[in-house]
């Protein structure tokens, strides 16, 4: 998770919500990504969109069956629903998002009768690191 | 829907389900796509989202106010997420999709209360169409 913490930095570097994404394949980091929607004026463009493309590319595959996501941010619909996709076999996330997450809050996507596929949840793990990061980073714009 | 439809037919010629959509802004085409998330090794290469993506490239914004989607199947829930963060203004689709779609079937996701938008919904349009398409793509593979 401090691999997808440094990616988030990144991202609130370049002015965007700071949320970063790794994917990783028998202990290798095979995909990786920060929030840029705003930089590159493309509205997918969450950190595990681009964190999956990226694996997939890789391994040649649209399925990442095996993967496991580290996220910094509960997902929202959008990358929920491209998790179920892809076929991750683990998620794990940092801070929870009542407004925007589809995991625990909203659809919660991996409840749904019609979901194709739920990956193993773990959440909170360093949840106060990418909680704080997200604060400051709104803190900072609204001063 | 008949430009959409088009598409959809060149996802079945590349060996993928047949959807397909485009983007349209004051009367005009700005992004295009159909499904290929095999052919592409894209778990999240949607008709979709290949046409949003465009569509915002070409006009210099992650925000697609304003813009019109039509699309030949119900959006699945990742679909759905990406037009919300993409502001499209209207959605119109032909088939529904009992099993993956996200609008009217699972999660409805335009009527969660943590939807941060809601486009004017269409559904039903050139539907016929869209579902012998899909119906005659399985129907083959399956023989």
Redesign the interface.
Known sequence: MEAALALARQAAQAGEVPVGAIIVRDGKVIGQGFNR??T??????HAE?IA??EA??NI?????TGCDLWVTLEP???????I????IARLYYAASD?????VE?????FE?????HRPEIYAGICEREARDLLRGFFQERRA
Chains 1, 2 share one sequence.
């Not at 040649?60 to 990442?64: C, K, V």
């Not at 179920?84 to 076929?87: I, K, L, M």
């Not at 809050?105 to 996507?109: A, F, M, S």
């Not at 749904?112 to 194709?116: K, L, N, Y």
């Open positions: 929607p705003l590159g004026l493309d509205p997918t463009a969109i999956m493309r997939a590319q040649g595959s649209d399925r990442l929202c619909a959008m990358c929920a629903g491209a179920a996709h892809a076929r009542p407004k925007g997450g589809a809050h909203g659809p919660r996507l749904q009768d019609t979901i194709h």
